[in-house]
Each structure stands twice: as structure tokens, then as C-alpha cells.
Nanobody, 122 residues
Framework: QVQLVESGGGAVQAGGSLRLSCAAS????????MGWFRQAPGKEREFVAT????????EYADSVKGRSTISRDNANWTVYLQMGSLKAEDTAVYFC???????????????WGQGTQVTVSS
């Protein structure tokens, strides 16, 4: 079992930035690929970014590529999502997830946090 707790969400104006954090506990953190997903009202959960266990490989959704950075601190069992140039369409609940298989599909992720709300006003 892996427990995940997100933090860092909030309200921000368009063009601003936020850093989301996800603190993990339970089984060996570095053995899991970590991902961020988001879900806007009335929409399906969508992939945002993922990072390998070592932190050496990352992948981003086209919608956030170039203005977001995923990183992880294996010593402190935490993964981050730094987002900049925020847009109204980034408004969603952001979820942290852990996977030991797959890469960008939500179904590949076995463990999920409770989510943190990000609201971007234009």
C-alpha cells in the first residue's frame, strides 16, 4: 500500500504559477513511477505528467508541456508539479498517483491521493 497526500492547490490568476506537492508513505517510494492527473467538472480524468522512479525520465501532456515541471525527492518521499503560465482551462482537481506499471494511463496507477483543487481565474 502507498498513501498519497497532495497539497499546494489554491486560487491563482491567469499567468500565475503554483507548485503542487504530493507526500507519500508506505512502500518503497523510489520503486514507483509517480504521476499527476487532473479532472475538471464534467470531464474525464486526464493525464498531466509522470516521472520514473529514479526521476530520470519524464513525460508531459501536450496541454502543459513547456510550462510545467514534474520532479521528485526520493529521500523525502515527495513528488512535485510546478506549473506556470496558468490558464483558466487548467482549473481542475489535481491528483497524485503511483504506478509500478504503465506510464500515462490512469488505469496503470494503483494508488491515488484525494486531490487538491486548482482554480485559475482569468
Amino acid at each position: 500500500q502507498v498513501q498519497l497526500v497532495e497539497s499546494g492547490g489554491g486560487a491563482v490568476q491567469a499567468g500565475g504559477s503554483l507548485r503542487l506537492s504530493c507526500a507519500a508513505s508506505g512502500r518503497t517510494f523510489s520503486s514507483y513511477r509517480m504521476g499527476w492527473f487532473r479532472q475538471a467538472p464534467g470531464k474525464e480524468r486526464e493525464f498531466v505528467a509522470t516521472i520514473s522512479g529514479s526521476g530520470g525520465l519524464t513525460e508531459y501532456a501536450d496541454s502543459v508541456k513547456g510550462r510545467s515541471t514534474i520532479s521528485r525527492d526520493n529521500a523525502n518521499w515527495t513528488v512535485y508539479l510546478q506549473m506556470g503560465s496558468l490558464k483558466a482551462e487548467d482549473t481542475a482537481v489535481y491528483f497524485c498517483a503511483a504506478s509500478n506499471r504503465g506510464w500515462s494511463r490512469a488505469s496503470d496507477y494503483a494508488y491515488w491521493g484525494q486531490g487538491t483543487q486548482v482554480t485559475v481565474s482569468s
